[in-house]
């Protein structure tokens, strides 16, 4: 599914992350880990084709239209006239454009996604209005119309209450059930202890890895 070839994320020609050869296998689930400095999230940002490799090739075997791609909450701009109803259903785009209608099937995708993150109540909502925890649930809700054949997810619990992080850890089993393969960048050890088997780790001294990938010493 994705598979890295001594890949080296950075800015302006300059590496900021470890060597990372191997491969995410289809229908997997991996925490993408390190301390603040290692590089985690220029390496998903990488992986996602939104910045160019400083070294090593990156192959992610599918169309980018079924890549999915979640960035910090703080890179986001809610201010826009949209409501979460709206919100929501750009995740429709890929099937039906930009300026396709949304039919009734649509319509019922829409609704049994907002019901999944429990945020039908806020359809009419302005997305700035929402909390951290709320903005998030929709998010994911647009994400899960996308049906992305991966889901590139940058610290997607930081700031988040409880509650909301148990929701959409669910929500990504099951989507790793259906065969989407999971990369999330993560700081929460407990987290990642509790659901992730599979642990990409930019941290030297750390060991932990899945057995399919591998930093590589310069």
Not at 147 to 166: A, H, M, R, Y
Request: charged share 15%.
């Amino acid at each position: 599914m994705m598979h890295f070839n001594r890949l080296q994320g950075g800015y302006q020609g300059r590496a900021v992350t470890p060597i990372v050869t191997g491969e995410l296998s289809s229908g997997s689930m991996t925490a993408l880990v390190g301390a603040n400095g290692t590089g985690k999230s220029t390496l998903l940002k990488t992986i996602a084709g939104l910045l160019p490799p400083v070294a090593g090739t990156c192959d992610v075997q599918v169309p980018r239209k079924l890549l999915g791609w979640l960035p910090q909450r703080s890179e986001l701009e809610t201010r826009f006239p949209l409501t979460v109803y709206e919100l929501v259903a750009m995740g429709c785009w890929p099937r039906c454009g930009w300026f396709g209608g949304i039919n009734r099937a649509l319509r019922l995708e829409i609704d049994a996604a907002l019901d999944a993150v429990q945020m039908r109540d806020f359809a009419d909502a302005q997305p700035s209005t929402l909390s951290g925890g709320q903005l998030q649930r929709v998010l994911f809700a647009r994400l899960m119309l996308q049906q992305s054949k991966v889901w590139l997810l940058d610290e997607p619990f930081n700031g988040i209450d409880t509650q909301t992080v148990t929701l959409l850890m669910s929500i990504l089993e099951q989507q790793q059930q259906a065969g989407t393969t999971l990369l999330v960048v993560l700081h929460d050890r407990p987290l990642v202890a509790r659901y992730f088997n599979d642990v990409l780790s930019l941290d030297d001294a750390d060991s932990t890895h899945t057995p399919l990938l591998r930093r590589v010493a310069s």
